[in-house]
C-alpha cells in the first residue's frame, strides 16, 4: 500500500514537470514569433557603435563595482588605523602606568634598603657593645678567679 502511494505521488510530479516543460515550450516558440515580427535590423556602423556602448556600458559598471568594492576597504582601513590608534593609546597609558608603578616599586625598594642598612648599624654596633661587655665579663671573672684564687690560697694556710 505504501509503495503504491508513493509510486502515484512520483507519477504526479513526473506529469506536472511534463507539463511544466509543455508551456515553456509554447512560451519560447511565441516569444520567438514575437522577436522575428518585431526585430529591428540595423547596419553594420550602428550595429558596432550599439556594441560598443553595450560593452563601455559593461565596463562602466564593472568599474562602479570595483569602486565600491575599494571604498569598503579604505572604509575598513580607516575603522583598523582608528582602532590600532585607540589600542596603541590604551597600550601607553599602561606603559606609563607600569613605569609609575615600577617607580614606586623601586622608591619602596630603596627606603627599605636605607632602613635595612640602619637595623644594620644599628645591630652592629650592638654586637660590639655586646663584645665589649663579653671582654669586661671576662676580664672580671678572670680579677674574680684571680682575687679569689688569694683568698682561697690564703684561707687555705
Known sequence: MMTMTGDNEKGERWSGAM?????MSSNLESLQKLLLTKAV?????????ASLTADQARSIKLLQQRVETL???????????????????QAEAAQKAAESRAQQLTAELENTTKVFKLHMEELRAKQEEIQKRDEDIKLLEAIIRTLGGKESLSTSQ
Open 19 to 23: 507539463t511544466n516543460l509543455t508551456e
Open 71 to 89: 571604498e569598503r576597504e579604505v572604509d575598513a582601513a580607516i575603522t583598523a588605523a582608528a582602532r590600532a590608534r585607540s589600542e596603541k593609546r
Open 41 to 49: 535590423f540595423v547596419d553594420d556602423d550602428t550595429f558596432s557603435k
